[in-house]
C-alpha cells in the first residue's frame, strides 16, 4: 500500500507564499510523475503542476511564474512553492502520485490542504 501525506496549507493574504509538501511512502520500488491539482468550491478539479522523475515540469496558464514545483527522489516527496498568490488560488490542493510497487503501476491522491487567500 502507497500513502501521500500533504502538509503546508492554511491562511495567507492575497501577494503572499506558502510551500505545500507532498511525501509518498509504502511499497514503493519508483514514482514516475508526481503533481498537483486543485478543487476550489463549486469547481471540477484541475490541474496546477506536474513533474517527471527525470525533473521535466508543466504549469497550469493559471499559474506559471507564480508557482514552482520540485521533487525530491531520495525522499519520494515532491513541493509545490506557490508565490504571490491570489484569492483566486484558494482551494484544496491535492497531491498525485503515479507509482510503480508490488502490484504494478497505478495513481495515488492524498487526503488535500487547504489553501486560503484572503485578506
Known amino acids: 500500500q502507497v500513502q501521500l501525506v500533504e502538509s503546508g496549507g492554511g491562511l495567507v493574504q492575497p501577494g503572499g507564499s506558502l510551500r505545500l509538501s507532498c511525501a509518498a511512502s509504502?511499497?514503493?520500488?519508483?514514482?514516475?510523475?508526481m503533481g498537483w491539482y486543485r478543487q476550489a468550491p463549486g469547481k471540477q478539479r484541475e490541474l496546477v503542476a506536474v513533474?517527471?522523475?527525470?525533473?521535466?515540469?508543466n504549469y497550469a496558464d493559471s499559474v506559471k511564474g507564480r508557482f514552482t514545483i520540485s521533487r525530491d527522489n531520495a525522499k519520494n516527496t515532491a513541493y509545490l512553492q506557490m508565490n504571490s498568490l491570489k484569492p483566486e488560488d484558494t482551494a484544496v490542493y491535492y497531491c498525485?502520485?503515479?507509482?510503480?510497487?508490488?502490484?504494478?503501476?497505478?495513481?495515488?491522491w492524498g487526503q488535500g490542504t487547504q489553501v486560503t487567500v484572503s485578506s
Open positions: 509504502g511499497s514503493i520500488s519508483g514514482i514516475d510523475t
Open positions: 498525485n502520485a503515479v507509482v510503480s510497487s508490488g502490484i504494478g503501476l497505478r495513481g495515488y
Open positions: 513533474i517527471t522523475s527525470g525533473g521535466s515540469r
